[in-house]
């Protein structure tokens, strides 16, 4: 008898399990790495708007406490706060001179919608010296 040459039909089976396995496991780890970068993307314009208005803010001359909110085109919208920080402020002295200038605490928050429940925010927060308002 000749020696056969070719596969049998278990080991073409047990070829396309692996195979199919192999393929399975690609697969999924091509769409987490899409589901990955569609988040970034989402999380990388919530930082350029919240730099930008944190930039508008910081580029004021005079400082006015106060908030404001607002909408942008793409379902993202921000809450904006600026405030007295007197606790950033030294005074420890112990004359009883007014100071001219004043510490300010910016924040900058940008919302947008993860899914029905949910919102995602990128907050930025910082400290600005300015004069201080008049009493």
Same mark, same amino acid.
Do not use: C
């Given at each position: $008898?000749?020696?056969?040459?070719?596969?049998?039909?278990?080991?073409?089976?047990?070829?396309?399990? &692996?195979?199919?396995?192999?393929?399975?496991?690609?697969?999924?780890?091509?769409?987490?790495?899409?589901?990955?970068?569609?988040?970034?993307?989402?999380?990388?314009?919530?930082?350029? %708007?919240?730099?930008?208005?944190?930039?508008?803010? $910081?580029?004021?001359?005079?400082?006015?406490?106060?908030?404001?909110?607002?909408?942008?085109?793409?379902? %993202?919208? #921000?809450?904006?706060? @600026?405030?007295?920080?007197?606790?950033?402020?030294?005074?420890?002295?112990?004359?009883?001179?007014?100071?001219?200038?004043?510490? #300010?605490? &910016?924040?900058?928050? @940008?919302?947008?919608?993860?899914?029905?429940?949910?919102?995602?925010? #990128?907050?930025?927060?910082?400290?600005?010296?300015?004069?201080?308002?008049?009493?």
């Amino acid at each position: $008898m000749r020696a056969s040459r070719g596969f049998t039909l278990i080991e073409v089976a047990i070829a396309l399990a &692996i195979v199919g396995i192999g393929v399975t496991t690609v697969l999924q780890l091509f769409s987490g790495g899409l589901r990955m970068e569609a988040g970034a993307s989402t999380r990388a314009k919530a930082v350029i %708007y919240a730099r930008g208005l944190l930039d508008d803010v $910081m580029a004021r001359s005079e400082m006015v406490p106060g908030a404001d909110q607002g909408r942008f085109n793409d379902g %993202y919208h #921000y809450e904006r706060r @600026v405030r007295l920080a007197p606790e950033a402020t030294d005074q420890t002295s112990d004359l009883d001179v007014q100071s001219e200038i004043a510490m #300010y605490e &910016i924040e900058v928050t @940008v919302l947008w919608p993860r899914d029905e429940t949910r919102e995602g925010t #990128y907050t930025l927060r910082t400290l600005r010296v300015g004069q201080r308002p008049p009493q």
